[in-house]
């Protein structure tokens, strides 16, 4: 029987955070949706200095966001439901977006760059970049010029939005020929511009582009900025030139810029010859100055300060809501980028669970089929590798068969010959005790919580249950393991607990021991997008039973 690796190095379960009741979320909207809707009509200083107040309240740390014109400023996570639902509103209605830019030819309250940012008008981006490039103080390389990055990431408006966020936010509600935002992007871009620039909310270019009311233009730069953001952690680095056609060029040592986005390129500059010249990422490598330098996760999985990322708006835009769904968003993250759906957020909720039972009905929603069908791809994909890597020696790694032999204490590392275990002891040993000790199982109260519902039907042949009930299976003896089916996904309803023969059939409800452990297995199988999973079980003499999460695995794994 082939046995899995061991559990979490760290805490095995990790509680999900519990949500506010359905009246709570009603009354937190009530009384945001009061404080949004009094501010709604302020001039432009009221406006700011409201939105700044509110701010404060969520938490911000806003004289930190003042003194940090150029970057990111506070992003921690908001601590509450009720603060983040204000911000979360705030963001709703674009902050003062729509004013700066209204305004802005009466009353400018914006730099001319970022208007021509939000407008699309790339002529006058190009102006103004050459009119900032002609000053004395501005040389190359531009990635370590502080005057250069100024123009390019200075934040506008309440919401803190960089000239490239505004594209995206301010510039999906302007149309015409003369609004070529893509191309202003693309200036920003090769100029050095961050892709991973954030607002005060936390949220990314792809929050904005890729969100419910994304346009074509708004996924297309946020198509960019994904691209863009895997190398990102170059720009303004020492790199050194590698695996180039032209020999004379290996070797040499610059500082990596923007990027292109037609050609994939990042930009060089070279201090000897005082040029600059544009080069595939993957014939560049960091210097040992910078090599421990880390490149940024999936621009498409960060998360705001509400832990949401993007297809957490997607999921929650359903037709049955009276809702328009972008498709083609849900499409660019999940089918072009992979983008995983188990991303939990601040309340605890993942794409994932936005999706269930809506994929299912009629008329229901395409997002929620495209999350799915990503979850039943994700799920074959992690059986593979699970199977792959169960069956590999813990020293040497050669692939093992299903009769290898195990650490005969923890009973779960696996070794292909005794001198492998005795040469992995030393790494083996640290863990082996807490293994073994985990591999002891959890012991489950002989009786199950009244006013729930237990499992009644057998789902092989559609009838009533034959007395299953909480007991040992029979042609199973006392303290022997058996395989058992657990399926559930709620820390709120019980989770079903059945053998094969289904005599042995039971729920294990919340707040019962072992509940937290063996729902923590459930939601940790890939296999079955977190809904189910196989581990074993048995009886002792007292007719109690003991589960052992740590032999929790997929089907093919047990002879069911």
């Keep these: 029987m082939v046995k899995k690796k061991g559990p979490k190095k760290k805490n095995y379960y990790e509680p999900a955070a519990t949500g506010p009741s359905a009246e709570e979320m009603d009354d937190s909207f009530q009384r945001t949706s009061y404080k949004i809707e009094e501010i709604d009509n302020l001039p432009l200083d009221q406006k700011k200095q409201a939105i700044r107040q509110f701010l404060i309240e969520t938490g ?10 150029t970057r990111d400023g506070d992003q921690s996570m908001i601590a509450t439901f009720e603060k983040r639902d204000l911000a979360r509103q705030l963001f709703a209605v674009g902050g003062d977006i729509h004013e700066h830019v209204s305004q802005q030819r009466f009353n400018p309250s914006m730099s001319k760059f970022a208007y021509a940012c939000a407008s699309g008008f790339v002529g006058d981006a190009q102006s103004e970049m050459k009119r900032v490039k002609s000053i004395e103080s501005v040389t190359q390389p531009y990635s370590r010029n502080r005057n250069m990055l100024n123009v390019l990431e200075k934040r506008e408006t309440s919401v803190r939005l960089s000239p490239l966020l505004l594209i995206v936010s301010a510039g999906k509600n302007v149309y015409g020929a003369d609004h070529r935002h893509q191309d202003v992007a693309k200036l920003l871009l090769k100029h050095g511009a961050s892709p991973v620039a954030r607002d005060v909310f936390g949220k990314t270019a792809v929050h904005y582009g890729c969100g419910a009311y994304g346009t074509k233009m708004t996924l297309e730069v946020a198509d960019m900025c994904i691209r863009a953001a895997k190398s990102h952690h170059l720009s303004g680095k020492d790199v050194k030139l590698h695996s180039l056609n032209t020999e004379s060029m290996n070797g040499k040592v610059g500082v990596a810029g923007g990027y292109d986005p037609d ?73 072009k980028y992979r983008t995983s759906i188990y991303i939990r957020d601040a309340d605890g909720t993942t794409p994932f669970q936005l999706c269930c039972g809506l994929a299912q009905m009629a008329g229901a929603s395409q997002i929620s089929k495209l999350v799915m069908e990503r979850a039943a791809l994700q799920g074959k994909e992690a059986r593979h590798s699970r199977k792959k890597k169960e069956l590999r020696c813990a020293n040497c790694k050669v692939d093992l068969d299903k009769n290898a032999p195990v650490c005969s204490r923890c009973k779960i590392t696996c070794y292909c010959c005794r001198d492998c275990q005795v040469s992995h002891f030393s790494k083996h040993k640290a863990e082996c005790k807490d293994i073994a000790a985990y591999a002891n199982g959890v012991r489950l109260n002989p009786l199950t919580q009244t006013n729930m519902f237990t499992a009644t039907v057998n789902f092989q042949t559609g009838r009533a249950q034959s007395g ?41 409800c919340p707040g019962q021991p072992g509940f937290k452990e063996v729902l923590a297995e459930i939601r940790n199988e890939p296999a079955w997008q977190g809904r189910k999973t196989f581990m074993k079980a048995s009886f002792d003499e007292n007719q109690v039973c003991t589960v052992y999460p740590s032999t929790a695995g997929v089907k093919s794994q047990y002879n069911w």
Aim: hydrophobic share 30%; glycine share 4%.
């Design 468 to 508: 299953g009930t909480y007991q040992k299976p029979r042609n199973v003896k006392c303290n022997e393991q058996f395989v058992i089916k657990v399926q559930g996904n709620s820390d709120r309803s019980p989770i079903m607990v059945y053998d094969q023969t289904r005599f042995c059939s039971f729920d294990l």
């Design 263 to 335: 050609s994939e390129r990042r930009a060089v500059y070279l201090p000897e010859e005082k040029r600059e010249v544009w080069i595939k990422i993957e014939n560049m490598t960091l210097t040992e100055n910078d090599k421990d330098c880390k490149s940024y996760a999936l621009l498409s999985e960060i998360q705001d300060r509400f832990g949401s990322t993007a297809l957490h708006e997607l999921c929650m835009s359903s037709p049955m809501r009276g809702m328009t769904e972008n498709v083609e968003a849900a499409e660019l993250l999940l089918k």
């Design 60 to 69: 911000t740390d806003v004289n930190r966001n003042d003194n940090d014109l």
